[in-house]
């Protein structure tokens, strides 16, 4: 089974920042991966697939790039409502999540 | 509008079964690619399930309800279902239908609000 792994588990921000989360498979799944976020009581949100791709009515201030097994989410300027917890999700093979990465108020 | 609505959970003692279901309107249910993923309160999320558009070519779980899920569609009356046997404490979680793609990648873009399995003597 492919198995993901995200870091940091957490990230203290501040509004106006650039933050980067890393997610790394345990081995290589090409650009078959995607990254959600999820504010406490919602639901999950599509914001990237195919490693890059913004998913449409997605802010470009959100970025994604890799391939193969190392993959990175960029927020460019953090606005408040992108405190969240943000996952990435491989699916070259069915779709197995990483374990999360919560971004929190500085 | 795309709706997904879930029905089903409930409490269940360890051993027990529950069949969960799913109501999809304000799509072409019969092309996509359809799935469960559950998550615990405060916790991640796990894909679980997913069944192919036709129902029976293609029908996939995760490791840890393989022998004890079944995952099934009717296209008639737009609806996906889960039925959970031998369930274990472990399964507890909230449980989403969430929509697939039609080429069957498995990428996630409408999920409904979920039904809460609880699994307890």
């Known amino acids: 089974d492919i198995q993901m792994t995200q870091s940091p588990s957490t990230l203290s921000a501040s509004v106006g920042d650039r933050i980067t989360i890393t997610c790394r498979a345990s081995q290589n799944i090409n650009r078959w991966l995607a990254w959600y976020q999820q504010k406490p009581g919602t639901l999950p949100k599509l914001l990237i697939h195919t490693a890059s791709t913004l998913q449409s009515g997605v802010p470009s201030r959100f970025s994604g790039s890799g391939s193969g097994t190392e993959f990175t989410l960029t927020i460019s300027s953090l606005q408040p409502d992108d405190f969240a917890t943000y996952y990435c999700q491989q699916y070259d093979t069915e779709g197995t999540f990483g374990q999360g990465t919560k971004v929190d108020i500085k | 509008e795309v709706q997904l609505v879930e029905s089903g959970g409930g409490l269940v003692q360890p051993g027990g079964s529950l069949r969960l279901s799913c109501a999809a309107s304000?799509?072409?249910?019969?092309?996509?690619?359809m799935n469960w993923v559950r998550q615990v309160p405060g916790k991640g999320l796990v894909w679980v399930s997913r069944v192919s558009p036709d129902g029976t070519s293609t029908r996939r779980y995760v490791d840890s309800v393989k022998g004890r899920f079944t995952i099934s569609r009717d296209n008639a009356r737009n609806t996906l279902n889960l039925q959970m046997d031998s369930l274990r404490p472990e399964d507890t979680a909230l449980y989403y239908c969430?929509?697939?793609?039609?080429?069957?990648?498995?990428?996630?873009?409408?999920w409904g609000q979920g039904t809460l399995v609880t699994v307890s003597s």
């Open positions: 304000g799509f072409s249910f019969n092309v996509y690619w």
């Open positions: 969430v929509r697939g793609t039609t080429n069957g990648a498995t990428i996630f873009d409408h």
